[in-house]
């Protein structure tokens, strides 16, 4: 009988810390930022964001993780480097501003880009 006041004590004990500690941890601390509201502090674009710059695909060759796209955009060629998407020469893409690098060496490909904008997303769109 003993016993079994024991372990009942004992499971009784465990629920109520089980329960106390999902009231606890289960809820954001007073003040913490809501998904969106993190998402703007650290300048994550909402996944629907309109991408503001257009360009047609010259030529685009896979590497690794990472589509490298060779466009024309106002009269000027330019290379870019995006996740990994399947484009084909002549599509019509957009594309947001991205990171310009320098003299950008892929091992890879052993080659150096004088200069490779590195984008978060580059999409095909229709015409």
């Given at each position: 009988?003993?016993?079994k006041?024991?372990?009942l004590?004992?499971?009784l004990?465990g629920?109520a810390?089980f329960f106390?500690f999902?009231q606890?941890?289960a809820?954001?601390p ?8 993190a ?12 991408l503001?710059f257009r360009?047609r ?7 690794n993780d ?7 955009q106002d009269n000027?060629?330019?290379?870019f ?5 399947s484009?084909t020469?002549?599509m019509l893409?957009a594309?947001?501003?991205?990171t310009?690098?320098?003299n950008f ?6 080659r150096?880009f004088a ?6 997303q ?5 015409e």
């Open positions: 009988m003993l016993l006041t024991k372990l004590s004992l499971l004990l629920l810390v106390n999902q606890v941890y809820a954001p007073t003040g913490h930022p809501s998904v969106s509201d998402a703007k502090m650290l300048y994550i674009p909402a996944a629907k964001t309109k503001p360009g695909v010259l030529e685009s060759f896979a590497s990472y589509s490298y796209v060779r466009v024309l000027k060629e330019r290379w480097a995006a996740p990994l998407v484009l020469p002549g893409v594309f947001g501003k991205g310009v690098m320098t060496y892929s091992r890879k490909w052993k150096t200069e490779i904008t590195f984008l978060n580059m999409t095909p769109i229709a």
